[in-house]
């Protein structure tokens, strides 16, 4: 069957209307059930037709018909009903599970949202702020045994706080400590929330080219004023000379300066997520070690440093070997030690010295990212000659040590030393400049100083001091970190002073004879507002009766 549904057009839609009838014969007036499957084709627009066929077929056999009518509403369109394709079946069947799904997608933007609140970032800086206070106050990296002393638990800090706080949640080694990590971790995802949330929009907005068109949005701009007889294009110029970056479009121009500081808190933002990757690294991935080697000996760097966290990965510097080839030290002039020298030498695994260099207080050592500081001396042993034999080495003990104020002392045994009441001469020493020498009942004997060749005989025993010994006390360690924890700084500090530069947009249409201007700055709102005044008394005034020719491409 073919139905011409618009007389008008010469195309001609074709209706299908394949049919299947079911008749009911239990009753005398049976009725006919017709099944439609239609279909209009037209190539001009979709066409909905409705309407209700009812079928009464009367027989003389059967029981009374029960009077009721069977309806049918078809629907005619003129396109073929829509394919069903897997994911609408797919979406049909899990149809259940399609709000969990949507839920899931928006996570995203409600983290994001979260993360990127302020309150929430103010409130992270503040907690780190505390937990680094609070690294400051407890002493860092001491045994279970030092805190098990200070923070007893029958008589806590506070009422509350005693050595299992520390432990359990690594107050002894806070800045590696899986809470103090955590916040930095946390602070850093608010960082980035808030950069791609709100500050890289910010920054897309301002790059365009915003021409108005409009003379009523150009004067609600914060600034906005009138020039009569004026020219579009003179304005450009002069803010050009203003270092505006300008640009003309037909009787329309855009000009701004000072982009960079929209760009400024994205630096920011990045700035402080180098410090943070460069602390964290330091804290969780270097290594630190300290060592007294008496003068002549050896050691190794990798049996001297210890990891300080999980990211710490030893180098091929850790099979470097260190020889301590002097110990010296620097006197004022009232004796007391002012400064005191190492002369190192790192030798590789061939036993070939690869460096030397000789290092002081302040002025350490660097090789391999690997850096050596001079931190303490010790005295390890006094060499002497007895009656002309030796020289023998006394080892020097430590007997009072208060800040710079050091005792060392050593005992030379006279006569049987297999006796229970042996006795001997003791020799003590402040520093290795001078020994003072005390004969067996206490007294004082006598000074000498090393390397003097100058001997004393006490008891009928000849002595000499050859040499005083001493031990250098250095610290070691590796700390990547550092670079990255400069970089950050350096780049907050420019990214700073970058964020302090104004944005400001400058709008003007050129309508008739007069030329309406409007603008709009982020900060330092009456420093602009006289400098627009001030430019735009410098706008030339056109006497005659016809403009200039505007430029119809944009240009800068």
Not at 131 to 137: D, F, P, R, Y
Request: proline residues 5%; aromatic residues 8%; glycine residues 10%.
């Amino acid at each position: 069957m073919a139905t011409l549904l618009n007389p008008t057009k010469t195309q001609t839609p074709f209706v299908s209307l394949p049919k299947t009838h079911f008749l009911d014969s239990s009753s005398s007036s049976s009725s006919l059930y017709s099944t439609f499957s239609l279909q209009i084709k037209s190539p001009f627009r979709r066409k909905t037709v409705s309407f209700n066929l009812t079928c009464k077929l009367k027989t003389s056999k059967g029981p009374k018909n029960d009077g009721k009518d069977i309806s049918k509403k078809i629907i005619l369109s003129d396109s073929g009903p829509p394919e069903i394709r897997n994911e609408e079946i797919q979406g049909e069947v899990n149809k259940s599970g399609g709000g969990v799904l949507v839920v899931v997608k928006r996570l995203p933007r409600r983290a994001l949202a979260v993360l990127s609140n302020l309150s929430l970032a103010i409130g992270e800086m503040f907690t780190i702020a505390g937990l680094m206070a609070v690294g400051t106050i407890i002493d860092q990296g001491e045994t279970p045994e030092f805190y098990f002393r200070k923070y007893p638990e029958d008589s806590p800090v506070l009422g509350f706080f005693t050595w299992k706080w520390v432990l359990t949640l690594g107050l002894d080694h806070m800045y590696s400590s899986p809470i103090f990590l955590g916040m930095l971790v946390l602070l850093a995802a608010s960082l980035m929330a808030c950069t791609y949330t709100t500050q890289i929009p910010i920054v897309k907005v301002a790059r365009r080219w915003n021409f108005i068109q409009s003379a009523d949005a150009i004067r609600k701009q914060e600034f906005s004023d009138t020039l009569p007889k004026a020219s579009v294009r003179d304005l450009g110029i002069l803010l050009m000379g203003a270092g505006y970056e300008v640009f003309l479009k037909g009787p329309s121009l855009y000009a701004f300066k000072g982009l960079a500081g929209r760009f400024a808190p994205i630096g920011v933002h990045l700035a402080m997520l180098l410090i943070m990757a460069g602390g964290t690294l330091s804290a969780a991935g270097s290594f630190r070690g300290s060592v007294t080697v008496p003068q002549g000996l050896n050691f190794v760097i990798g049996d001297v440093l210890g990891p300080s966290g999980f990211l710490s990965i030893p180098t091929e510097a850790f099979n470097t070997e260190v020889h301590v080839n002097r110990f010296y030290m620097d006197y004022y002039d009232s004796g007391e030690v002012s400064q005191f020298h190492t002369d190192l030498s790192l030798l590789d695994l061939n036993g070939k010295e690869v460096m030397r260099k000789t290092i002081s207080v302040n002025d350490p050592l660097r090789y391999g990212g690997i850096t050596m500081y001079q931190t303490d001396w010790s005295f390890s042993a006094l060499q002497i000659l007895k009656d002309d034999e030796g020289p023998f080495n006394l080892a020097m003990a430590p007997l009072k040590l208060n800040g710079d104020k050091k005792l060392f002392g050593t005992f030379l045994p006279v006569g049987d030393t297999n006796s229970p009441n042996v006795k001997g001469i003791s020799m003590l020493a402040r520093d290795l400049q001078s020994i003072v020498i005390y004969d067996q009942d206490g007294k004082f004997a006598g000074v000498r100083r090393p390397n003097s060749k100058l001997p004393i005989e006490i008891d009928g025993t000849k002595i000499e001091i050859v040499d005083a010994i001493g031990s250098t006390g250095l610290e070691l360690k590796t700390d990547p970190g550092v670079p990255i924890v400069y970089a950050g700084f350096g780049a907050l500090m420019l990214t700073t002073c970058i964020s302090y530069l104004s944005h400001a947009q400058v709008w003007a249409l050129q309508n008739g004879t007069e030329v309406i201007v409007g603008g709009k700055i982020n900060r330092g709102k009456d420093d602009f507002l006289e400098e627009m005044n001030q430019l735009l008394d410098q706008v030339p005034e056109i006497v005659k009766s016809s403009l200039s020719r505007q430029p119809d491409s944009a240009s800068g």
